[in-house]
């Protein structure tokens, strides 16, 4: 199923931990909604602005294979609102701040992205509608290796 003219459901649905585990990522009506309006907000744009493809690493996870990868059920990711992505060979820092700056979205989150290397780490996109937060923070681990979130500059 074709969400928008670059994005399918099979590439926001597709795990290889839900394949190996044999957990069902299939995602209902309602997520598939909130699947399509995640593409037409953020994905989408992405594409069109920066003309590459864009890799999805995590789009819609299923409550069992949030929780088999160490994620919670509650996770924006199982109800179809969020996606954690890169374009290869594009800054993933320029990548969340163009969201930030042109893009309607509930969370932009650069997520344990180095500076000195462009392409470590990923963007995670989030997306429901009327109730975005527009919030836009940096992901790291500390000392003791517990993520910490920080607003991002």
């Not at 923070?137 to 991002?152: F, H, P, T």
Request: charged share 25%; aromatic share 8%.
């Amino acid at each position: 199923m074709r969400l928008t003219d670059n994005f399918t459901l099979a590439e926001l649905t597709k795990s290889q931990t839900a394949e190996r585990c044999g957990i069902d990522n299939n995602p209902d009506k309602e997520h598939i909604q909130s699947l399509q309006k995640l593409c037409d907000n953020i994905l989408q744009p992405v594409r069109d602005y920066f003309q590459k493809p864009v890799t999805i690493s995590s789009g819609y996870r299923s409550p069992e294979l949030s929780q088999k990868i160490g994620s919670s059920s509650r996770s924006q990711h199982c109800k179809g609102e969020a996606a954690d992505f890169e374009i290869p060979g594009v800054s993933n820092k320029e990548l969340a701040d163009f969201i930030n700056e042109n893009l309607s979205f509930d969370q932009v989150i650069l997520e344990f992205h180095n500076p000195d290397e462009i392409n470590s780490g990923w963007v995670h996109a989030s997306y429901v509608g009327e109730r975005n937060r527009s919030e836009y923070l940096l992901a790291e681990k500390d000392e003791n290796g517990k993520v910490r979130y920080s607003r991002c500059q």
